[in-house]
């Protein structure tokens, strides 16, 4: 179809997923409130405004995650993205 784009899904070590931020983490915060994000501080995604750094409850947390898919025994990928692109 013209005017689409195709995203590129691929696999990343574990220790990378463990990095990035997952829309789907939910902390406790205060009054028993939850979020997902850092907190009044946050930009966007999780990410403190001072430190540029993401708040460390709302990442990935890999193989410990039901979506999580092994793409072999070295990197996998988030199974919420759908499944990566077969011969990248």
Sequence with gaps: MEGTETMTLSA???AAALTKWCPHVREIGEGSATF?????????????RDTGQLHPGCTCIGS?????QWADPDE???G???AINEGT
């Design 76 to 78: 996998g990928y988030c």
């Design 12 to 14: 990343i070590s574990e």
């Design 36 to 48: 997902n994000r850092a907190n009044r501080f946050e930009v966007n995604h999780g990410v403190y």
């Design 80 to 82: 919420l993205a759908g």
């Design 64 to 68: 410990m995650c039901m979506m999580w």
